[in-house]
């Protein structure tokens, strides 16, 4: 069976979610028995997300092979239970380094090269390969950025060309505002987004409409007038609050049958029962959990999405519904204001990842607070690191130990640089990426939580824990209970006598599933909910 495409573009504003609701339709999809695959399509000129700024862009989210990559596969990852590769994130500077280097080796035989046809040409050939790769039934395709910017105009018109061969769905998403004066849904915006997407040469077959509340009748026939789109086409997504509901309201309106309708194709079943019960189950939820983030990057939630995804994912397991206390530990830092106040109502603390110098010492006061007071703790990466810190520094007497990253001329570097990193100068793509196997300690706290002995599990990191200092911190009580296979660079720390107190120097909430949550987090909720 020919590959089938959906492309999904935005329209009126960023940020309305088009990355949820196109892992929200292959999900749908997925259940009716088809082999769907997710290309997230950035037009920044990056090669990849891996040196761009968690406060500008949001998270940046590593594949098991190693791949620095939007934010959004991770949300196609956690909704579709599957591991993506680098294909699978597309942008202007992949495909233009593509290009370039072509050019450079003589592939194009003396001819001007051009944005049409040979950058298109190669767009239209990345998103085959993809689909071959994948074997898939049906390939989605979100287009980053609004209709109207400069910056996606090659990757729609690639896509338009793509119709010329193939069974392609276009669905434009566009927000649908209300003047509260007024009370009205206001559909011009919406209008005149599907005209510039036509003005480019694509007609859309499929309109999804955000809003504040489902869409009324008397909008959706304006916009079928206005548009040329079928009113049983055009789809609702009023705001919520869990965006895993967002399957089950595509459900209710019929959004997987009418576009496999669309693409000649019918559905083989429907598994929605599980996946059903489970967020219905939490929307159920009373009792709550209060977990403190503390990090640097907290103006902008999205900075940490994973973390709050696999904590939510853990917290549907346990029917427990999750607060979330955000901590600015720069503020720790400047006096501004105090660990033992900002954390004494919380049930667990949690000290994410992160870069430099800045904040630092605010997490070391964190981990010092939940250490001494019993409080349930997990530190990720940067805060595994800064765990091994504030352990040498307060329990094993080393005062002012410290990492290399922070003080290159530190006394006692707890932390340094891995070996193969001393020689690497290059920013993008350098640091130790992906999935590595983890050898866990029979008897610990991560074997129980884990229940085996080899796991896998995905890291981004250039500094370690220093292993000459390895006796003198576990002669104090810290206890390392998993590391690689060489046995070499330490991944897993707990404290035995503690409620819960694990770090690790991979990123659990990178593998966390709705249906699968990650082990660590599930037993750190578990621990702060006894609290």
């Known amino acids: 069976m020919p590959t089938r495409f959906i492309v999904v573009s935005g329209g009126v504003i960023s940020g309305l979610g088009k990355g949820i609701f196109t892992a929200s339709l292959a999900k749908l999809l997925q259940m009716r028995g088809y082999k769907v695959v997710p290309i997230k399509i950035d037009p920044y000129v990056n090669v990849d997300a891996g040196t761009m700024n968690p406060i500008e862009h949001g998270e940046v989210f590593v594949l098991d092979d190693g791949s620095e990559v939007d934010m959004d596969l991770g949300t196609y990852e956690r909704f579709l239970d599957m591991n993506l590769r680098s294909e699978n994130n597309l942008t202007t500077g992949k495909i233009y380094k593509l290009v370039i280097e072509k050019e450079r080796k003589g592939d194009y035989l003396g001819k001007t090269v051009q944005i049409i046809p040979h950058i298109t040409n190669e767009i239209q050939k990345w998103l085959e390969r993809v689909a071959k790769l994948y074997r898939a039934d049906i390939e989605l395709i979100e287009i980053g950025g609004t209709v109207g910017d400069i910056e996606n105009l090659i990757f729609l018109e690639a896509t338009r060309q793509l119709a010329l061969k193939y069974k392609v769905a276009f669905i434009h998403c566009t927000l649908v505002p209300v003047i509260k004066s007024v009370g009205e849904q206001k559909t011009k915006p919406t209008q005149q987004s599907v005209q510039r997407l036509r003005e480019i040469g694509i007609q859309p077959d ?21 548009c040329g789109v079928k009113e049983d086409h055009i789809f609702s997504g009023p705001d919520i609050t869990n965006i895993y509901k967002v399957p089950i309201i595509l459900n209710k309106q019929r959004v997987a049958e009418k576009i496999l309708k669309y693409l000649d194709l019918k559905p083989t079943r429907n598994e929605m029962g599980e996946y059903k019960k489970l967020v219905e189950r939490f929307e159920r939820s009373k009792k709550r959990v209060k977990i403190a983030i503390t990090g640097k990057y907290t103006e902008l939630h999205d900075s940490y999405v994973s973390i709050l995804h696999a904590i939510t994912h853990a917290c549907m397991h346990l029917s427990l519904k999750p607060e979330i206390k955000w901590i600015e530990t720069t503020d720790i830092e400047n006096g501004k204001i105090r660990a033992e106040r900002v954390l004494s109502d919380v049930n667990g603390v949690l000290v994410p990842g992160g870069f430099g110098s800045r904040g630092a010492e605010g997490k070391i006061e964190c981990i010092r607070y939940a250490r001494e007071n019993n409080v349930p703790f997990l530190g990720l990466c ?92 576990e002669q104090g009580g810290l206890i390392f209970s998993g590391h690689d296979k060489s046995g070499e660079i330490m991944q897993i720390l707990e404290l035995a006598k503690h409620k819960f107190f694990i770090a690790t120097q991979f990123h659990p909430e990178f593998t966390s599933r709705l249906m699968k949550p990650n082990p660590i987090f599930l037993g750190f909720v578990r621990a702060a909910s006894k609290k």
Do not use: W
């Open 382 to 473: 940067f805060g595994f690191q800064l765990a091994c810190i504030e352990f040498a520094r307060n329990i094993c007497k080393l005062r002012n130990a410290n990492s290399t990253e922070i003080d290159p001329e530190t006394k006692y570097p707890i932390i340094d640089l891995l070996p193969e990193q001393r020689k690497v100068y290059k920013k993008g793509g350098t640091m130790r990426l992906g999935g590595q196997d983890v050898i866990i300690k029979k008897g610990s706290m991560a074997y129980k939580l884990y229940g085996k002995v080899k796991i896998r599990e995905r890291f981004r990191h250039r500094y370690e824990f220093n292993p000459e200092y390895k006796e003198i911190i």
């Open 206 to 226: 499929f309109i999804f409409c955000r809003s504040e509340k489902y869409l009324k009748e008397k909008a959706k026939k304006k916009i079928s007038l206005f």
